[in-house]
């Protein structure tokens, strides 16, 4: 694992943060370019009957990440973040506390409807592909909230949905 | 001047941003050490008499900036940061709407109290370093906010100090 992937890993503090943990039999590669390209992303980004109607991608530090969430019946949730951090196949890190170009954020302008700092830590290990998906919050309560409306299970869907996605275009 | 420093200068906006831009007879590389090092930021960093009690520099994306604001009475003001975009001699970028470690943050801890993103960019002209310095803000109201508080003449007077301290240190 990175240095800087042991680093942010240990930041975690469970009074504030989530994580999802997962040991995944795919390639590192695989998993990042399912995370980084718009066409993927609209594939398994939001736990099915929804999906994505539109999705928007410049990575970089400061660029834009928007992922428009669409429900059974047609209404369209914005979703939008700032790319901090990005190493390919390593690591992705956006927050919705920033717009792109890093302005502060008057709202959060996501799902969540909560400010949070989102990062995945991809790491080799000999059983697979370490998945480490963690959610910052500015306090217990957010951190609570996010946990009630189910951010383990609903992480956890969608990470489903990603590597079956993978497999099916990479087999 | 870099395409990045250009990008960032092309997307300023004056309804919701403040800049102070000066061009300054001292290397960009000497600018860029009085920015980045705490000894130096305790010297130019808050307008006389107050003064810097305490600095924290964690020179990376993600990093701790710290510098405690003394008052001459000796009240201590907090001030933090989170580093954003660091490249040497060229770019600081750092944000008060986020802690260390990209957490949100609860409330702007700034001399400022509110939530702005700040920008220093150098860039070699032939007339000297032109020097950017960029404050975004997340509404008009935040942004008039930091104007009246005295932006301009504020980040003009530091500068005025930074410069006297470098010339003072590099004679």
Redesign the interface.
């Given at each position: 694992m990175s240095e800087r992937n042991k680093e942010?890993e240990q930041?975690f503090n469970p009074e504030?943060d989530l994580k999802l943990e997962r040991i995944i039999d795919l390639p590192r590669e695989w998993i990042y370019e399912a995370w980084t390209t718009p066409a993927s992303i609209k594939e398994w980004f939001c736990p099915k009957p929804w999906g994505v109607s539109h999705c928007e991608v410049d990575l970089k530090?400061?660029g834009l990440f928007r992922a428009v969430m669409l429900s059974p019946e047609g209404e369209e949730i914005p979703n939008m973040g700032c790319y901090?951090?990005i190493v390919p196949n390593e690591r992705i890190?956006w927050?919705d506390?920033?717009l792109p170009?890093?302005?502060?954020?008057?709202e959060p302008v996501s799902g969540a409807n909560l400010?949070?700092?989102g990062?995945i830590l991809l790491s080799e290990t000999q059983e697979g592909t370490k998945y480490l998906a963690i959610s910052?919050?500015?306090?217990k309560e957010?951190c609570k909230k996010h946990e009630e409306m189910g951010f383990h299970q609903g992480w956890g869907i969608v990470l489903d949905q990603l590597i079956e996605y993978v497999r099916s275009i990479k087999k």
């Open positions: 942010l930041d504030l530090p400061g901090l951090e890190i927050t506390a920033l170009g890093y302005r502060p954020a008057p400010y949070f700092t990062m910052k919050h500015r306090n957010d």
